[in-house]
Each structure stands twice: as structure tokens, then as C-alpha cells.
């Protein structure tokens, strides 16, 4: 009898009960990123191997030991993606998507590393990747981070933190590496081989080493937090500011450093003490300087990947399903620090009534953040100023019908809104 032939290792089948289970969920993803005004790219699984080596980096473990590369029938140097972020900007770039404007996008789907298969890290694994581009402030930095615990939230997920720290520019984590290099030459005879060969090629990495013979060596290191240059320190600052005005727990890491190189200033996991070592469900961060190294023209960026493997195994077997891709029904303008800060907890308050809301990003005058509200395709403007916070109310402007502008209390504003949506009965 011919032996059958088997799947590859660390390559799995997903049968029909798993797959069921796994539409939920990704509905749930789905339909939070909608309410976000986030929409859907689809990305080739095959790019230019150039592409990883320039955008995660030379020295990293996915370039030099994991990524699937191989000559097609051209000669030319292809690779399965082992991330999504670089296919995602370079779509950008080469389709016109990205220079002086705002996009919110997502794709899922499946990446492909050579590691040792083991739970929660497996060879073909799938994520949801979310990107923003064109925004520098610290407020879309906040905005994905409150838009990953509000699906954690409507997936009934609890045992799960939230991690933050900054990298700072390149320049600024150029001299640290100097420090901490410094700092480990004198600690080598206690390093394991793979710390040893990131010491000539990414220092960095050690701190995120999982060996728990080196954590008290790891825990004595210099800080990074020290070495952050002003203008980084006064945007981590204020993320931390607009988290805690939502009232969202975090805490700093100062040892988080993600494995790519181009992440720059915010970064961020999302962990579980449910899933063992392999405990990060989601996690990402800014990379403002990636368009621009892969031959675009300068442009902020944010995003952040969900382990589609890791979130399954720890939401449990009863999921609810929600609607995809809702609409954007609402649009809230900020203008000034105090308002920039209340409206994304308001912001929050109408999506806990069922509301799909997009949020002003990155500042601008009333006028043109009018326009962004008119171009997001919401029925409803949101406006809230120093004067409006001041005194608990919220302005509402009708940008599909010709009628008078309304002021109203903000406890007030989801019901009234819900109503004018024809959500709720008059």
C-alpha cells in the first residue's frame, strides 16, 4: 500500500469544527476593526526576498534563520511573508495609497517562518494585521491600543495585559546600544549561544531573551527609558496620558523591544498567562521611518499583528457572532489638548452603545477635520472643543442633510444619535 501522504511539520489542517470556530472569531475582528473605520487590503503571500531584508532587517532571526526563500523559475529571490507589514507598505507605495493622506487598513491571513513547531508558534501561522498611515501624534498610537481591548472585551477575554514602552529614534537607541554592549561584554561567560551571537548583531534582542538563567542579568541593564531622546519622551508621555484618560491598565516594560528593526518610539504587547512561554496575542508599535527606507516618501505609521492561533486557543468554544465591516456612522472632531483627550473616551462611550465611530487623528483646524468627516462617509459629525468640555456638551452637525447644528449634553449623545441612525425607536 502507497504510504499516505502527510502535511508538512509545524503546517496544520484547520477541520471543519476548528474552521467554524475561527470564522467567529475572525467575524468579532472583523467587526471591531469596521467600527474603527479600518478597511480590508488582501495581500500577495509571495514577495522579493529584498523586501524583508530591507524593512525587518539583516541581522535579525527571521532574515537570517526563518524566513521559506527560494529562486523561482526566473532566477529571481522570492519569500513566503513572514510578516505582513512590509507587503502592506510596499502595496501602498507602489498603488499611490500613502503620501499626504490617512489610511486605515487591515489584511489576515497566513505567514510562514522555519522554527521549531511547538504550541503557539507553528511554521504556517495566520495573523490580522492592522496598519495606519499618515498620522504622527501619539493619538492613533491610543486609538489601537483602545481598539485591541475593546475586541479583547467583546470576545470575553480577561486573563490578558496590556504592555507599552518607547525605542525612541534611531539615533537616540544608537547610543544606549553602545551602553548596553558595554554592559554585557563584562557579563558574557553567563550567556547562552544565541545571546552571545545577538551581541555582534542585535544587543537589543538579549533583553527580550526567554532563557530564565539570564533574567537577573537582563533585569540589571541600563535602561532605555534613560536614553530616549525629549521629543520621543513627550510622546510616550502623552500616549500614556490618553490611555489612562480611557481608563486602561498598562504597564511600562522597559525591556520590550519587539524583533524587527523598524519599529520606532511606541511599542506594545498584548499577553496571557494562558498560553505558557509563547504568551503575546498581539503586539506592534510605530514605525514612522519603514515607508520611506523601502523607497516612499517620509510618512508616520502604526499597526500591530494578532496571532490568530494564540487568540483561538484562548477565547474558548462559544463565540458570538457580529456583524463585518460596519459602516462608519459617526465622526468626532477634537479641538485642543483637553478635547483630543475626553473625545477618545467619548469616542469609546458611543461604541459601547453600538455606534461605528471614527475618531480625528494627528489635530487640524475644524475645516479640514470637516472634511476628513465628510470624506469618512459618517452621517454625523461629533464636535467637541475646550468650551464643550468645559461644560459637558457635544456639539452634532448632519453632514448628509441641510439642518440646523445641535448641542446637546454628553450623557445625552448615543441615544440621540442612535435615534437620528434609525437604530432606536423615535
Known amino acids: 500500500m502507497t504510504k ?76 513566503l511573508r513572514p510578516e505582513g507589514t512590509a507587503g502592506c507598505v510596499r502595496a501602498g ?10 489610511q486605515r487598513l487591515w489584511y489576515c491571513g497566513p505567514m510562514f517562518r522555519h522554527e521549531r513547531p511547538q504550541k503557539g508558534r507553528y511554521r504556517q501561522f495566520h495573523q490580522v494585521g ?52 558595554d554592559y554585557f561584554e563584562s557579563h558574557q561567560a553567563a550567556f547562552d549561544d544565541d545571546s ?58 522597559p525591556r520590550l523591544v519587539r524583533g524587527l528593526d523598524y519599529y520606532t518610539r511606541t511599542v506594545f504587547e498584548w499577553v ?25 516618501k517620509p510618512t ?15 477565547c474558548g468554544l462559544s463565540q458570538a457572532t457580529s456583524p463585518t465591516d460596519a459602516p462608519v456612522q459617526v465622526y468626532v472632531t477634537m479641538l485642543g489638548e483637553r478635547a483630543e483627550r475626553e473625545g477618545l473616551a467619548l469616542a469609546e462611550a458611543l461604541r459601547d452603545r453600538g455606534l461605528a465611530v471614527l475618531c480625528n487623528s494627528d489635530g487640524g483646524a475644524l475645516k479640514n477635520q ?4 465628510d470624506r469618512s462617509g459618517a452621517t454625523f459629525a461629533v464636535l467637541l472643543g475646550e468650551d464643550e468640555c468645559q461644560n459637558g456638551l457635544a456639539s452634532v452637525k448632519n453632514l448628509r442633510a441641510d439642518e440646523a447644528q445641535q448641542q446637546l449634553s454628553q450623557a445625552a449623545l448615543g441615544a440621540y444619535l442612535r435615534r437620528r441612525l434609525g437604530l432606536d425607536p423615535a
Open 130 to 181: 492592522v496598519e495606519a498611515f499618515g498620522m504622527s501624534g501619539p493619538e492613533i498610537d491610543a486609538e489601537l491600543v483602545l481598539m485591541t481591548a475593546r475586541l479583547w472585551r467583546a470576545l470575553g477575554l480577561t486573563d490578558i495585559a496590556l504592555e507599552i514602552n518607547t525605542l525612541g529614534t534611531p539615533h537616540s537607541r544608537a547610543g544606549y546600544r553602545t551602553r548596553l554592549v
Open 4 to 79: 499516505p501522504i502527510q502535511a508538512i511539520r509545524g503546517m496544520n489542517d484547520l477541520l471543519p469544527d476548528a474552521a467554524q470556530r475561527w470564522r467567529r472569531i475572525e467575524q468579532q475582528v472583523i467587526g471591531v476593526l469596521g467600527a474603527y473605520g479600518y478597511r480590508e487590503i488582501r495581500l500577495p503571500i509571495v514577495e522579493q526576498t529584498e523586501l524583508y531584508r530591507r524593512s525587518i532587517g539583516e541581522v535579525t532571526d527571521i532574515v537570517e534563520k526563518e524566513m521559506y526563500s527560494f529562486a523561482d523559475r526566473n532566477g529571481d529571490n522570492l519569500t
Open 196 to 253: 552571545r551571537r545577538r551581541l555582534t548583531t542585535n544587543p537589543l534582542r538579549i533583553l527580550d531573551s526567554k532563557n530564565p538563567a539570564l533574567s537577573g542579568l537582563i533585569a540589571a541593564a541600563p535602561s532605555l527609558l534613560d536614553h530616549i531622546d525629549d521629543e520621543s519622551r513627550a510622546h510616550f508621555e502623552r500616549l500614556k496620558t490618553l490611555l489612562d484618560g480611557a481608563g486602561l491598565r498598562y504597564r511600562v516594560n
Open 300 to 314: 508616520p505609521a502604526a499597526g500591530f499583528a494578532i496571532g490568530l492561533e494564540r487568540l483561538v486557543e484562548i
Open 272 to 296: 496571557s498567562s494562558q498560553l505558557g512561554a509563547q504568551a503575546t496575542v498581539c503586539a506592534g508599535g510605530r514605525y514612522d521611518g519603514l515607508v520611506e527606507q523601502l523607497g516612499g
Open 93 to 102: 507605495i507602489e498603488n499611490g495609497l500613502l503620501y499626504n493622506q490617512i
Open 370 to 373: 470637516l472634511k476628513r468627516a
